[in-house]
């Protein structure tokens, strides 16, 4: 009989069983209920950051927009904790976020909101995406105010060695953020002050302010998440960064659902709570404002499937669907292209061999346009402007693909037609430019790397 605990001997089956019951309560602990429990508990927080410091709340997508309701959203943002990682330390010059600085100036500043996982202090999206973004935007916008241009990093999670090598990288960010040739002068109009990022967590000292900042406009850096050093299981059910890696767990869930039936979904016990989210996912009525083809060039908007019947019979629509067809069933009309590409990364692949027909196809609607015809009542000679509508399933990833090789393709830096384009031997940089300026006219645009890569390899041939 064995007297102290090293001599005990456990049989195979009792440690399967072991193993087993440790994963159930993992499982358990992981359950949507607790994950919704402890987004409510942190949007809690949320809201008292934007009571003490009078600052509009920015949703850094995805995981910001759990934590913030739809009511008291101002708007979202895009960086990127990889941009920030380790030895990564990127600009970003296909996330600009300039969509902020109107609400920056107009607020003297925001609170951008994000959460992270089990054991970090906060995302490095806050404490070093920003910060670097910050930054390059400062020398860019006040070039000539030395003292504007400082890295600010929270010393808490980034070492002084870190951010001496960030600090040597910002060069090479303004010149890469100067290239894409970007009307600075526009962006000064909308800032008065440097732009400074500051850190606030749920370990913080919270004090009602309504403090001027004098110096800087404030990008409050608000990590939602309480920090979890142990496991879940000795948090009674809270989970930290509870609002990520969804698709894992929310079965269709979205941040409006949420908070739209966020009182119910917080009261039905965890048996029923799966069949309940699926019922309310199903009847969630698309908004039609979000559906709105977006301009992203001067005549050229994207939009998702489904598509309304075009209001003007000058505007030349292509919809893209995830579904394989054969080329020569694409084009219904002198306005009409339906292609078929498939599904996610498949169509994104698809998408190098099908561009020199979309490509061609256009191109002809803007010759006829663009010349007088001389047949009366032609259904393209009409005094409108030119106007091209490129749709796809999500209306952010190929379409947006589209729209930059046409972009490219068709129209000169101006974005005028160009009756004698070229036809390959793009570059880059050509490239990064035109993208950029559709990610800033649509921020939430999203295209894929594979669908980038079709676009590159169709233009640079």
């Known amino acids: 009989m064995a007297t102290v605990a090293s001599e005990l001997v456990f049989s195979p089956q009792a440690n ?10 993992k499982r358990s602990n992981l359950s949507i209920t607790n994950r919704l429990r402890s987004i409510r508990e942190d949007a809690d927080f949320v809201s008292e950051v934007a009571a003490a410091f009078s600052r509009p709340l920015i949703a850094n997508e995805r995981c910001g927009s759990w934590y913030i309701p739809p009511e008291a959203k101002a708007g979202s943002a895009y960086f990127k904790s ?19 600085l109107s609400i920056i100036g107009e607020c003297d500043g925001c609170i951008i909101v994000d959460s992270t996982r089990r054991g970090k202090r906060m995302p490095d999206a806050l404490s070093k995406t920003i910060p670097i973004w910050c930054c390059v935007l400062n020398h860019a916008l006040f070039p000539d105010t030395p003292a504007f241009h400082g890295l600010y990093t929270p010393p808490n999670a980034v070492s002084q060695s870190e951010h001496s090598q960030i600090e040597s990288k910002i060069p090479e960010h303004v010149a890469s953020l100067k290239a894409l040739d970007i009307n600075l002068d526009v962006l000064r109009e909308q800032l008065r002050k440097p732009l400074r990022p500051i850190w606030v967590t749920q370990e913080s000292q919270l004090m009602p302010t309504g403090e001027i900042f004098d110096d800087y406009h404030p990008i409050i850096c608000c990590t939602s998440s309480r920090r979890v050093i142990g496991g879940e299981m000795s948090e009674g059910g809270y989970i930290q960064g509870a609002g990520d890696d969804t698709e894992n767990w929310a079965l269709g869930l979205t941040p409006p659902v949420f908070w ?13 709570l799966s069949e309940l989210v699926r019922s309310l996912v199903s009847q969630q009525v698309v908004d039609v404002s979000t559906s709105s083809p977006k301009q992203v060039a001067p005549c050229i908007f994207v939009g998702s499937l489904p598509v309304a019947t075009p209001s003007s019979p000058s505007i030349c629509t292509i919809t893209i669907y995830p579904k394989n067809t054969d080329p020569s069933s694409w084009v219904k009309s002198p306005l009409l292209m339906e292609v078929g590409l ?37 259904e393209t000679n009409s005094p409108e402007p030119k106007r091209i509508l490129i749709a796809c399933e999500t209306g952010k990833d190929i379409s947006v693909g589209v729209a930059l090789a046409l972009l490219c393709q068709n ?50 041939g």
């Open 16 to 25: 399967h069983n072991f193993s087993r019951i440790l994963s159930d309560l």
């Open 82 to 100: 990889t941009d920030g990682h380790t030895g990564q330390w990127r600009f970003s010059t296909r996330r600009l976020n300039l969509q902020l």
């Open 260 to 272: 739209r039936h966020a009182d119910v979904l917080l009261s039905t016990p965890e048996p029923d």
């Open 342 to 378: 498939g599904k996610h990364k498949l169509a994104s692949r698809n998408l190098r061999l099908a561009l020199p027909n979309v490509s061609d196809f256009v191109r002809r609607y803007l010759q006829r346009t663009q010349a007088p015809s001389s047949s009366e009542g032609s």
């Open 411 to 460: 129209f000169d830096y101006e974005g005028h037609f160009n009756a004698h384009p070229q036809s390959s031997g793009h570059t880059k940089s050509d490239i990064r430019v035109k993208l950029s300026r559709i990610m800033t006219n649509f921020p939430e645009a999203n295209p894929s790397r594979a669908t980038l890569q079709s676009v590159n390899s169709f233009l640079m």
